[in-house]
Every structure is written in C-alpha cells, then in structure tokens.
C-alpha cells in the first residue's frame, strides 16, 4: 500500500525511485564500497534503503543508528557487533546453505557465538576483525556484503570513532559495501569528512545518491494512485491543494493519504491531523537542539515567520532571548543548516520543509522544555 506509514520494504509499495535504485545497483555491481544516500528528513531514504537492498540479493545488515543511539543513549562495539550480525543472518532467510557458511565463519570470530539467530559474546568482541572475516568470507565466495547504517550522523555522538573504523573497512576490505543515510547531511558529511584533511576518509570517493522531492507531476499521480488503491474518490482540487501544502515531501503526502484514505477523514480534518502529528514530530526532533540552547529555537521562529536575513534574525533572536554575539549566532545558524533545518540561498535563510515552516509559525515555546540560553 502506497499509504502506508511505515518506511516501505517492497518494491510494489514504492513509488518510483526508479534512477534511484538503479544508481545503487550499479555502484554494488562496480564494487564501489561506500555509498551516502542523502536527503532531509521524509524523504524516503530509509524507504529507498529497504527496497534497495532486498533487491540486491547480497547478504546485508541494515543498522538503524538513530534508534539504537536514543534506546541505549551510546553505540558500544558491542551492541553495533551484534546488530551487525543479527541483521546479516537475517538477510539470508530461506539461504539456509549460506547462512551456516556465514554462521560458522562468525563463530570462528574471537569472542563471538552464534547459536540460531542468538547472537553472544564471550569477550568485547573486536569490531575490526569481525569485518576483516566478513570481506575473507565475501571474497572466497565470490560475494558482496553490504552493511548499511541508516542515519549514520548519529555514530558521531557515540563516543566511539566509527569513522576511522569505516575509513579503514572502505579502504582495506574491498568486498563489503558501507551504505550510510543522514537527513543531517552536513553532520554526516561532517562525521565522514571526505573534504576534511583532518580526518580519515579525506578524499575518498562515495557514491551520493541525493533524494529529491517529488515533482507536482509525481506528487498527484502518487496521491492518486494511492486512493485508487484503497478505492477512495477524492476531487482534482483537493489534490491539488494539498499538493500546494506539502510541497513533493513524500512522508508528508503519505501521512495526508492515510489520514485521508485509511482513517476516511475529511479533506479539513486530515489536514488538521496532519499538522498535530506533524507538531509532536517536530518539537521531538528539535527539542535535541533546544535543550542545548533554546536560542536555536528563536531562530527557527523567526525564520519560519519570514525574517530571512542575517540581521533581521538577530534582531529577532535578541528581541525574544537577550543579546547574542555576532559569532555565536553564525555557530548557531550553521549548525541548523548542518542539521537540515535551515537552508542557505542567496536570498537569505529559509527553512526547507513547508510543513514544519508552519508548525513552527504556529507553536509557541512550550515552557519547562528549555532551560538554558547558552
Ligand atoms: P526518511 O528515511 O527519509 O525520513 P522514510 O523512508 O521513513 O523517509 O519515509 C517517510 C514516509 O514516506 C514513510 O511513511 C514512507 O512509507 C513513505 N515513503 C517514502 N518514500 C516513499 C515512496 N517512494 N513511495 C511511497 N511511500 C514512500
Ligand atoms: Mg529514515
């Protein structure tokens, strides 16, 4: 079903990504060993990701940083280790001839044990090694192995330097293919640093896959096609409305064509709907941000209520929270734009996402929620 919430898996409930998916394929099939998938949030890049790599018949292990970061609040080796393997085995459902192959090069791994889709360790296993064994294994069978990290800015915060351990597998293990997505593209560019002499994967080549937003064109042929599929009649200018609304952000014109389709909500109501969910997913997402500092907070206002230059930022953030240096506001600004909140064009700041423009016009500071003005 086109409007289902969850990120999609199959390829049928996957609309279009067509030159997406051939992209991926093609660097797999080349042996290119690091892929980025980049885009803001909605996207569909962990949609892309799914499809992507069940259709590509390799074993893989997909890992949801993000998620892992904010239930255990750190990534230990050994949680990444098992994830790592868990996911692997996984992929090879119904393969039952090379899964034991895989499980019993995993056993021989110093630490690990493997018994089903139990996964143990007798010691802190050693992340390198295990990878070395994984590109062995791949390389005697003639095989590709791809390890996937979906929102891999997080690794960055887990203490533990991932990137040097990435750079080394990208440049040593030739037969394991790194996929990592980040909606905060500039914290991901930042964690990996290809352009950064500074750190270890500094002029390496990836393959970047960027997601676009759909066209009009796609964005009414999606909703239509996905209320024909439900057998749901809805009128050429609610398309067209709502298409003016949510702006070819296909996570947002899923949410509307399930509201709409799926819980047969009025044209009115859905969009309401949409809007609430889309305020609890929003003061979610940014409330990392503003604990930190609830200045980024102003900021955000003030551009979602139209101020968009430098100046009239400041004036803004200084009216609402007291003064602020010059160079701490640039830190700050530069940071929602590595975040993906801000976009920076020559006419000034805006913020990418029409839908959390308005939430973020309409919401006020939900007191108690921040308590610093660094
Ligand atoms: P991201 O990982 O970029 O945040 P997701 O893959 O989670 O995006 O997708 C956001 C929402 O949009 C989900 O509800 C997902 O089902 C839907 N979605 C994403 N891409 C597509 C697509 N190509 N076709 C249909 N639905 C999609
Ligand atoms: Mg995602």
Avoid: C
């Amino acid at each position: 079903m086109l409007f289902d919430l969850q990120p999609k898996r199959r390829r049928e409930d996957l609309y279009d990504r067509e030159e997406e998916l051939k992209e991926f394929s093609e660097a797999i099939e080349l042996g290119e060993t690091l892929i980025l998938l980049l885009g803001i949030r909605r996207l569909g890049k962990s949609s892309l990701l799914n499809v992507a790599l069940s259709e590509s018949g390799k074993p893989f292990s997909k890992i949801d940083v993000r998620s892992l970061y904010f239930t255990h609040g750190s990534i230990p080796q050994e949680l990444l280790a098992r994830k790592l393997i868990e996911g692997l085995l996984k992929s090879l459902k119904g393969r039952d001839k090379v899964r034991m192959e895989l499980v019993n090069v995993l056993s021989r791994v110093k630490g690990v044990k493997v018994s089903g889709i139990q996964v143990e360790f007798d010691e802190k296993p050693d992340l390198a090694g295990l990878l070395e064994r994984l590109d062995a294994w791949a390389e005697k069978t003639g095989r590709r192995v791809i390890i996937a990290f979906d929102e891999a800015q997080y690794l960055r915060l887990s203490g533990i330097r991932y990137d040097g351990l990435i750079a080394y597998a990208v440049d040593n293990l030739p037969n394991l293919t790194f996929v990592l997505t980040g909606s905060e593209v500039g914290m991901l560019h930042d964690f990996i640093g290809l352009d950064n002499p500074k750190k270890p994967l500094f002029g390496r080549y990836a393959r970047e896959i960027t997601l676009k937003r759909f066209s009009r064109e796609q964005s009414g042929d999606f909703l239509r096609r996905g209320f024909e599929e439900l057998g749901v009649k809805v009128q050429e200018e609610e398309i067209e409305r709502v298409i003016d609304n949510l702006d070819g952000i296909v996570g947002w014109l899923t949410l509307y064509g399930y509201l709409r389709g799926v819980r047969k909500l009025s044209e009115k109501e859905a969009i309401e709907e949409l809007f609430e969910r889309a305020k609890a997913l929003v003061l979610d997402e940014v409330s990392a941000l503003t604990r930190y500092s609830a200045r980024y907070w102003y900021i955000l206002k003030a551009v979602s209520l139209g101020n968009n230059s430098w100046s009239s930022i400041k004036e803004y953030v200084e009216f609402k929270a007291g003064k602020i240096n010059d160079a701490k506001l640039s830190a700050l600004l530069k940071n929602l734009v590595k975040y993906g909140y801000l976009k920076k064009s020559r006419d000034g700041y805006s913020i990418p996402d029409p839908v959390i423009k308005e939430v973020l016009k309409r919401v006020n500071l939900p007191l108690g929620k921040f308590l610093t003005l660094p």
